[in-house]
């Protein structure tokens, strides 16, 4: 470090003197620049970016230096050693030559992501999920070449990324308590005849063989940006020294790869102290001002000083009283800090107090602090009554439901990787069900890595490798290292790469190899984003949503070749003659255009003596907007052959047989909504038949709707979260009252029983992805077209249950809705889960909700029961689940009965003109 300057003036705030912490390598701008970083003046994100870098590269350079020096010593004597009778002059001779052999990419220099010469303090982005994800990196050189004599591939593979990012024996054993020294130099047992200097793989991380392996080197920045490993602060490696001199710290954290820290809110010094009651409690003494305010969101997590114990009731009574006390003032000065994540570690099983405290805060402070709750994977470690036998997954739920199931982005949950592992984190059935909780934060002590064989490296065996690999499902995510170290500085280097290596070949093989979809491409976020049902027959549709739906090409090829196969067929029923198709819900057109698509290619099939098909085309569309697109399409590419009525085709045999319309050989739609039947497709094609022939042929023929239970917190949270702005109140929402005006000018909705309850007794559509599914889909309602009789239609109570039984204890926060449908003959449409079209996205499925999530144990019997009614204005659902033990010896649970007369979700039968002729809601007291 450069030596302090006396009467040297800083623009800061604090009298700390930020010169001292500048590398005495830097000179000139390099070091203005990194001043300016220091002291918080650089006003773009680009030019701290900057800074950064070259702040991290002096630090390390700055570090290497002495043990740079030191290999060098060994190098020779081992040359020596090598060489036997070759003198000094030769041994370096032959090492000059050596040198100017290797390429410019050495094992100094390799892109290998364990060789990293400038490492840097990125930022955390699951500290800040709005923000962005870290600063830009510079993009390094890759080596194209191995060294002399060798030559390797120009361009790497996704396969060669993966698996120089991931190398090394899979045997493995375990370290002792404390870590074995750090091997500074691994050479290799096999000596060439030519070779005095043996190759010497990076200092850093497990080794890479830079002969066989090349590994693009902004391949490797992107790795350490989004697989964030942090180090939790602890007595073995900081004390009150440490309190104001958190920059220092975090800096030569920053040097061994690190992207945070996490430490004791109060300071260490507070937080190492034993306390009794006949003592003071030692203050808060960890100093703001060291660090600007941005520093501290993204580059610190704070935790609860070492001997704050709220539960310790029976054993300290007055050290839980204080301790509740104490978390309090703890938790309100990371708030002052302006810190982003507490994490709290649970030591008790029936942690009321804790609870309190944390749930006080989360409901009435004025923060947006995360708060993580730590939970061990050896649910031994945790105090508890005797006879209590929860899962550390139960003791969370419950843990959780005390605090009434707080928002999940600021409730959260880590796992604390343990040397040894519960069933329920080995069973994959059981650990799935921690892909439903929010996750935000993996911690595990020194003791857990093992030694890999191969490399002598820091390793994770393969249960905890296997653990970290299944829960580890956002970028968001992040891990912690905690616990003692005999050697820090290689040590710590080692765990943040054996973390990087498990991580990195998972993210990275799910970012090259995810096929991007139309949504993707428009940058559309949906996965868990919640969506009322669209309900075509009442509103028209816009543009856009049309557009949308026309985006999914798969969909209208298997239309396109259902329709080929119906004209095939009917083509040998009637002989010659023309055939009359007729699209029902005609929207933009796409299926028009599939359709003559299909007559083209039956002519092409037929060849050129054969007789040659005609077909004569209908549009049907309700929407008087959409017409003026038909309209467009028919004089322009349609060649003015398509018939366009603008009609509710539930009127359809009054409007032809005005029109003088033939009756209809082929009739085409796509009514179908994400459970099949939401969008009225039965009351929309049941209404026609009285116009159809008794052969018509009717695409789709059938569909069938199904459910399944599913746990989603997160889910759950988003549906409970729904915001309700003031100008929104007045739009028409899927309730069964209509939107009246009051009298002060402004219109509204209601909902008799409260619009929070209302949001729980909708269906929703959503592209379910952070879901645990652990029952097969079974089937619901069944619908066959054409249907002469109307039965299914016009049922005004038609239920149906199904029953699984649950394979772990799991909480389930609704059904999940899919339908599968026969376009005609074999050709398919599914969304059903294990069913799935390829490459379809125009449905996403569907959730009817619980209002509460419902526990159910292992073993017992889940039945889920739902009511499709109709009365004359509309249809809805009605639904409830409940549960029974396997043994009978605990009274079934049953929920209530949601959306009762359809007052939360109505699907209505009449337009938005009818409703105005209508002029008032159909009482809910007829149905």
């Known amino acids: 470090m450069a030596p302090k300057k006396k009467n040297k003036k800083v623009k800061t705030s604090s009298s700390f003197d930020y010169e001292a912490l500048i590398p005495s390598c830097l000179s000139g701008e390099d070091r203005g620049l990194v001043k300016k970083f220091l002291m918080n003046e650089l006003a773009t994100s680009e030019e701290r970016d900057a800074a950064l870098a070259v702040f991290a590269a002096a630090v390390i350079e700055e570090r290497n230096d002495e043990s740079d020096s030191a290999e060098e010593a060994k190098v020779s004597e081992l040359r020596t050693m090598a060489a036997g009778t070759l003198s000094r002059a030769e041994a370096e001779r032959r090492k ?21 010469p400038v490492p840097r303090l990125v930022p955390r982005s699951y500290f800040d999920q709005s923000g962005p994800s870290g600063p830009s990196l510079p993009s390094g050189q890759s080596g194209s070449s191995g060294p002399a004599g060798r030559s390797g591939p120009s361009l790497p593979t996704i396969a060669d990324h993966i698996a120089a990012l991931k190398i090394g024996s899979k045997k493995k054993k375990l370290l002792p308590k404390a870590p074995p020294p750090v091997r500074e130099v691994d050479f290799r047992e096999s000596w060439e005849d030519e070779t005095i200097v043996p190759s010497i793989p990076p200092r850093t991380g497990p080794v890479l063989d830079t002969q066989e392996k090349r590994v693009n080197k902004e391949v490797a920045d992107e790795v350490r940006k989004n697989v964030n490993v942090g180090w939790w602060a602890s007595p073995y490696d900081a004390d009150e020294k440490t309190d104001t001199r958190i920059a220092e710290y975090a800096q030569s954290l920053g040097g061994e790869l690190y992207n945070f820290i996490s430490y004791p809110i109060g300071g260490m010094a507070r937080s190492k102290t034993r306390i009794t009651s006949d003592g003071p409690i030692p203050p808060i003494n960890l100093p703001d001002l060291q660090l600007a305010n941005p520093h501290w969101e993204t580059y610190v997590a704070g935790h609860p000083s070492l001997w704050i114990d709220c539960d310790e009731v029976d054993a300290d009574p007055w050290l839980a009283l204080m301790s509740t006390v104490e978390l309090e003032k703890e938790l309100n000065y990371a708030h002052y800090l302006g ?29 947006a602090i995360k708060i993580c709750i730590m939970l061990p994977t050896d649910v031994k470690l945790m105090d508890g009554e005797e006879g209590d036998e929860r899962e550390v997954w139960e003791v969370w739920a419950d843990f959780r439901a005390m605090i009434g199931n707080f928002a999940g982005d600021r409730l959260c949950c880590g796992i604390k990787l343990m040397e040894d592992l519960d069933d329920e984190f080995v069973d994959p059935l059981s650990l799935q069900r921690w892909q439903a ?3 935000i934060m993996f911690t595990m002590e020194t003791n857990v890595f ?10 994770l065996g393969p249960a905890h490798t296997a653990l970290l690999e299944t829960l580890w499902t956002s970028e968001t995510m992040t891990a912690a290292v905690r616990g003692p170290l005999k050697d820090p500085r290689g040590a710590r280097l080692q765990y943040a790469q054996a973390i990087r290596s498990i991580i990195g ?7 090259l190899s995810k096929k991007p979809n139309f949504l993707d491409l428009n940058e559309v976020h949906y996965q868990d984003v919640i969506q009322k049902p669209l309900q075509p027959l009442a509103d028209n549709l816009q543009s856009g949503v049309y557009n949308t739906f026309e985006a999914d090409a798969p969909k209208y090829k298997y239309y396109g070749e259902a329709v080929e196969l119906a004209v095939k067929d009917m083509s040998k029923k009637r002989g010659t003659g023309d055939i009359v198709l007729y699209v029902l819900g005609a929207g933009r057109g796409p299926l028009m255009s599939a359709a003559m698509a299909a007559e083209k290619r039956v002519n092409d099939g037929m060849g050129t003596g054969g007789p040659r098909i005609r077909m004569e085309l209908v549009c049907v569309e309700k929407n008087e907007n959409a017409v003026v697109t038909l309209n467009y399409l028919n004089a322009s590419l349609w060649k003015g052959r398509v018939r366009i009525i603008q009609a509710d085709m539930r009127e359809l045999k009054e409007v032809a047989t005005g029109l003088g319309l033939r009756r209809p050989d082929i009739i085409v ?7 099949g039947d939401n969008e009225l497709s039965p009351e929309c094609l049941d209404g026609c038949v009285d116009w159809l022939k008794e052969d018509t042929i009717s695409i789709p023929q059938s569909y069938t709707s199904y459910c399944e239970p599913i746990a989603s917190l997160s889910l759950y949270h988003s549906i409970k979260a729904q915001p309700t702005s003031y100008y929104f109140k007045g739009r028409q929402a899927n309730g069964r009252r209509l939107t009246e005006q009051q009298p002060d000018g402004t219109y509204i909705q209601e909902f008799p029983q409260g619009r929070e309850m209302a949001a729980m007794d909708m269906l929703y559509v959503v592209f379910l992805d952070k879901v645990v599914r652990q029952c097969e889909p079974k089937p619901f309602f069944t619908f066959t077209h054409p249907c002469f009789d109307k039965v299914q239609s016009e049922r005004e109570r038609w239920k149906v249950g199904q029953q699984w039984i649950a394979p772990t204890t799991q909480e389930i926060m609704g059904f999940a809705c899919y339908f599968s449908a026969r376009l005609y003959n074999t050709v398919t449409l599914s969304i059903v889960r294990g069913q799935e079209t390829p490459d379809m996205l125009s449905w996403f499925p569907a959730v009817l909700p619980l209002r509460e999530p419902l526990r159910v144990n292992k073993g017992d019997q889940l039945c889920f029961i739902v009511e499709r009614c109709r009365d004359h204005g509309g249809v809805w659902y009605e639904w409830c689940a409940l549960t029974s033990g396997a043994d009978m010896k605990v009274p079934p649970k049953i929920t209530e009965v949601q959306n009762v007369r359809g007052v939360s979700y109505y699907m209505r039968l009449i337009t938005e003109k009818e409703k105005e002729l209508e002029g008032k809601t159909p009482s809910p007291n007829k149905t």
């Open 96 to 116: 000059m030559e050596q040198r100017a052999e290797l390429p410019a990419n050495d094992a100094s220099t390799s892109s290998s992501p364990y060789s990293e």
């Open 339 to 367: 810190l982003n994540t507490v994490v709290i570690e649970l030591w008790h099983k029936n942690a009321t107090a804790l609870a309190g405290v944390i749930g006080k805060f989360l409901w009435t402070a004025q923060s």
């Open 437 to 439: 909780e929010p996750i």
């Open 450 to 459: 093992t030694t890999n064989e191969r490399t002598g490296g820091a390793d």
């Open 505 to 511: 070949p998972r993210w990275l093989k799910k970012k």
């Open 669 to 675: 739609s796509e009514l179908l909504g994400s459970f």
